[in-house]
């Protein structure tokens, strides 16, 4: 089973939505603290928000006020809507999540976002 499974990325217009979910499978347990992170074309990785099993969250400042990261605990589950999109968050989207004390990356999902 592939541990971490991102979904829901693609190509919207500008000002346009998506909502990015990151599913842990059964066999990595309960995630705790999940990041997503992304990487724009030729550019280095850079954080966007963390959840902690808490609920407590956290932005980069370039998505505050315009995504918002969310967990549903019985689905194991992390998403990250993105509202008021603009080019410049076009990048693959990553989530990373810490389990039983071990950390997981997902594959990734492009989201290209077009003026």
């Known amino acids: 089973q592939v541990p971490l499974v991102e979904s829901g990325g693609g190509l919207v217009q500008a000002g346009g939505s998506l909502r990015l979910s990151c599913a842990a499978s059964?066999?990595?347990?309960?995630?705790?603290?999940v990041r997503w992170y992304r990487q724009p074309p030729g550019k280095q990785r850079e954080f966007v928000a963390l959840?902690?099993?808490?609920?407590?969250?956290t932005y980069a400042d370039s998505v505050k006020g315009r995504f918002t990261i969310s967990r549903d605990n019985a689905e194991n589950t992390v998403y990250l809507q993105m509202n008021s999109l603009k080019p410049e968050d076009t990048a693959v989207y990553l989530c990373?999540?810490?389990?039983?004390?071990?950390?997981?990356w997902g594959q990734g999902t492009q989201v290209t976002v077009s003026s």
């Open positions: 959840v902690t099993s808490g609920s407590t969250t």
């Open positions: 059964e066999s990595i347990g309960r995630i705790s603290t």
């Open positions: 990373h999540a810490i389990a039983n004390g071990r950390t997981y």
